[in-house]
């Protein structure tokens, strides 16, 4: 029997040791499922409810195995599904292969069926290699560059394949003119920057006496070099969400995340400090990082398109983290610490850092009181708060987008070989579940973790827990938590439409209903329970992570808890508060529960009157 272009592309994918393809299927890759029907289902096929699932399925896979996220869909309306998935993967800079089928070539043009211009439309996502396949010759370099492509500058590749070439018999390329033969695999290689751009950067660097650390998903493999230039800078570290996981939330002087979802002392670093070193981040929200003109920078990126971005950097670094930094580390000069003294030992414990750690410490103190204020009926901080001391130490966490990344951000301590990721730059919502679905792909013997509001549990997690119930059973440790923060409101936007807008909550397009996620969960043979008291909160917990399958948590949290910065300026506060006065609906307790978080960061253990923030600069 002869090999048919699909029987190709499959055997291609082994070869470059795909072993997942997360699909849906239909008639224009009908000729792909045959072939994976003689192939043995090898590479597996993950069949989803919706190919924008498939995608983010891709993307949770990539994101925590390091690996290329391989997805395929049919012409048409399966293509455009994908793209909500592909973009978060390009938004986020992961590496993701999309398959997709288009209509027989001879229909093409003529407004047939589900004939969609695929090459247009995946122009921007899929840009920096897009190829449709019309004869079998293009095998398999067209299938390699998109492989290598993905790779070589973690973004999303596609190739279509009408659905009459997937049945032609397969014929590689000859040794002709205009025939591109082609290889597999990508070599390893580390950029690194030249040694004059290394040593102006570390001018800039040891010139500093206040030194802040930005850190992204770029930095998570440099690890030990960061730790080493922050204390020899006498530096504190803060990390871009992406870059959560990069950097132990234990040490006393990370800041914990930065930004609208960030922490006071990251806030306060960044606001205080004279010299800037960014580590593979690309973090977006300028108004978080120095005045412009206050602090010397210093930019450290793989990807020469994203360097000089956000801030005005007198050094950009074009490199890998870690080679970049061994090459930096041995230019630098302990910190000075106090001025009298020059000793590592001062460096380390000098008074720029040693605000750093107070602040971060008091941090701490301020999120355990506000996890643990009165709610009606739980306090959606304490939910979050007691997994920390819970989360296994090979935990793999994912968040959705909404007042639960709030949490995640901010409450959650995580070390060692925890790994945890969100929709970072897309901030879509709806990828937590299938993000750890694809994580238990990559890593079956791990436990997972989705944090999800009832907003993206409504909109995409309940059809994907079928997905779950359909796979689990292939997982070496059966354990997938799906949290739910059931307050019965798309609660981030309402907050953000009384801070920003001082429009109060509107109910038609805010207010959710309620549904018996666990009661669902148990329909399909997972496991499940409502909690509605906060008595009942860790040991939900601990019956979740410590069960036989799939579990789902149905917390009843509070929808007045406010997910507003604790850094929230004056304006926003202001804003808040007309929204109060113009007749919001859960005005009442939006006021108590707003006051009894603030007064956590008024109790005993505040910094002294001189050492506050201006009142806009204050919560």
């Known amino acids: 029997m002869s090999m048919k272009v699909s029987d190709h592309i499959l055997e291609r994918l082994r070869a470059w040791e795909v072993e997942h393809v997360f699909a849906y299927p239909g008639d224009g890759i009908n000729g792909l499922l045959a072939a994976w029907g003689r192939a043995d289902n090898k590479p597996q096929f993950i069949q989803s409810r919706h190919e924008e699932m498939s995608a983010f399925e891709a993307v949770g896979y990539a994101k925590f195995s390091g690996k290329v996220g391989v997805c395929a869909a049919t012409s048409g309306p399966g293509a455009i599904h994908l793209l909500n998935g592909l973009y978060d993967a390009k938004l986020d800079h992961v590496p993701v292969v999309a398959i997709v089928g288009q209509t027989n070539r001879s229909a093409m043009g003529g407004s047939y069926q589900q004939e969609v211009d695929l090459l247009s439309l995946y122009k921007d996502v899929a840009s920096d290699f897009c190829e449709m396949v019309t004869v079998p010759?293009?095998?398999?370099?067209?299938?390699?560059?998109?492989?290598?492509?993905?790779?070589?500058?973690?973004?999303?590749?596609?190739?279509?394949?009408?659905?009459?070439?997937?049945?032609?018999?397969?014929?590689?390329?000859?040794?002709?003119?205009?025939?591109?033969?082609?290889?597999?695999?990508?070599?390893?290689?580390?950029?690194?920057?030249?040694?004059?751009?290394?040593?102006?950067?570390?001018?800039?660097?040891?010139?500093?006496?206040?030194?802040?650390?930005?850190?992204?998903?770029?930095?998570?493999?440099?690890?030990?070099?960061?730790?080493?230039?922050?204390?020899?800078?006498?530096?504190?570290?803060?990390?871009?969400?992406?870059?959560?996981?990069?950097?132990?939330?234990?040490?006393?002087?990370?800041?914990?995340?930065?930004?609208?979802?960030?922490?006071?002392?990251?806030?306060?670093?960044?606001?205080?400090?004279?010299?800037?070193?960014?580590?593979?981040?690309?973090?977006?929200?300028?108004?978080?990082?120095?005045?412009?003109?206050?602090?010397?920078?210093?930019?450290?990126?793989?990807?020469?398109?994203?360097?000089?971005?956000?801030?005005p950097f007198e050094v950009n670094l074009v490199g890998d983290a870690r080679e970049t930094l061994r090459r930096l580390l041995p230019h630098l000069r302990p910190a000075k610490g106090d001025k009298e003294s020059k000793s590592t030992k001062d460096a380390k414990d000098g008074s720029w850092r040693k605000q750093i750690e107070k602040n971060t410490a008091r941090w701490w103190k301020v999120m355990q009181r506000r996890a643990t204020v009165d709610a009606d009926p739980i306090n959606p901080e304490y939910v979050t708060h007691a997994l920390n001391d819970l989360l296994p130490e090979d935990v793999i966490l994912a968040a959705d987008s909404g007042s639960a990344a709030n949490w995640?951000?901010?409450?959650?301590?995580?070390?060692?070989?925890?790994?945890?990721?969100?929709?970072?730059?897309?901030?879509?919502?709806?990828?937590?579940?299938?993000?750890?679905?694809?994580?238990?792909?990559?890593?079956?013997?791990?436990?997972?973790?989705?944090?999800?509001?009832?907003?993206?549990?409504?909109?995409?997690?309940?059809?994907?827990?079928?997905?779950?119930?359909?796979?689990?059973?292939?997982?070496?440790?059966?354990?997938?938590?799906?949290?739910?923060?059931?307050?019965?409101?798309?609660?981030?936007?309402?907050?953000?439409?009384?801070?920003?807008?001082?429009?109060?909550?509107?109910?038609?397009?805010?207010?959710?209903?309620?549904?018996?996620?666990?009661?669902?969960?148990?329909?399909?043979?997972?496991?499940?329970?409502?909690?509605?008291?906060?008595?009942?909160?860790?040991?939900?917990?601990?019956?979740?992570?410590?069960?036989?399958?799939?579990?789902?948590?149905?917390?009843?949290?509070?929808?007045?808890?406010?997910?507003?910065?604790?850094?929230?300026?004056?304006?926003?506060?202001?804003?808040?508060?007309?929204?109060?006065?113009?007749?919001?609906?859960?005005?009442?307790?939006?006021?108590?529960?707003?006051?009894k978080a603030k007064v956590q960061d008024m109790l005993p253990g505040r910094r002294h009157r001189e050492d506050r923030p201006s009142a806009g600069e204050e919560t």
Not at 247 to 269: H, K, Q
Not at 281 to 292: C, K, N
Not at 457 to 486: C, H, S
Not at 548 to 557: E, G, I, M, N, W
């Open 137 to 311: 010759e293009q095998l398999p370099n067209v299938l390699d560059r998109a492989m290598r492509t993905a790779i070589a500058r973690r973004s999303v590749t596609a190739v279509i394949i009408p659905a009459d070439v997937q049945e032609l018999d397969y014929s590689a390329p000859d040794h002709a003119f205009k025939m591109v033969p082609s290889s597999l695999g990508m070599a390893q290689y580390a950029t690194v920057p030249s040694d004059p751009d290394v040593e102006r950067a570390a001018e800039v660097l040891n010139a500093g006496e206040k030194v802040a650390i930005l850190i992204g998903q770029g930095a998570r493999g440099a690890r030990q070099e960061v730790m080493e230039i922050a204390d020899l800078l006498g530096a504190g570290v803060a990390k871009a969400l992406l870059g959560k996981d990069a950097l132990d939330d234990d040490l006393p002087y990370v800041t914990g995340s930065i930004g609208l979802l960030g922490t006071r002392p990251s806030y306060e670093m960044m606001r205080d400090c004279d010299t800037l070193l960014v580590i593979g981040s690309s973090f977006p929200y300028t108004q978080f990082l120095p005045e412009f003109g206050q602090a010397r920078a210093v930019q450290i990126d793989i990807d020469p398109h994203m360097v000089g971005l956000r801030y």
């Open 408 to 595: 995640y951000a901010r409450h959650l301590r995580l070390r060692g070989a925890m790994r945890g990721s969100l929709s970072g730059t897309l901030a879509t919502m709806g990828p937590g579940v299938p993000y750890v679905i694809g994580a238990k792909f990559a890593h079956g013997d791990r436990p997972a973790i989705a944090l999800v509001g009832d907003g993206a549990m409504q909109m995409n997690g309940l059809a994907e827990l079928i997905t779950i119930a359909k796979y689990w059973k292939q997982w070496a440790d059966p354990r997938l938590v799906v949290a739910v923060f059931n307050n019965q409101d798309l609660n981030q936007v309402t907050w953000e439409m009384r801070a920003m807008s001082g429009a109060p909550q509107f109910l038609p397009s805010q207010e959710l209903p309620d549904v018996a996620y666990a009661e669902f969960a148990r329909s399909l043979g997972l496991d499940g329970m409502r909690v509605e008291k906060p008595d009942a909160v860790q040991g939900a917990w601990q019956a979740a992570l410590t069960a036989d399958r799939p579990f789902v948590l149905d917390f009843r949290t509070d929808p007045a808890v406010p997910p507003i910065p604790p850094h929230a300026s004056l304006d926003q506060i202001e804003a808040a508060a007309a929204s109060v006065l113009k007749g919001d609906s859960d005005r009442a307790a939006m006021v108590r529960q707003g006051f």
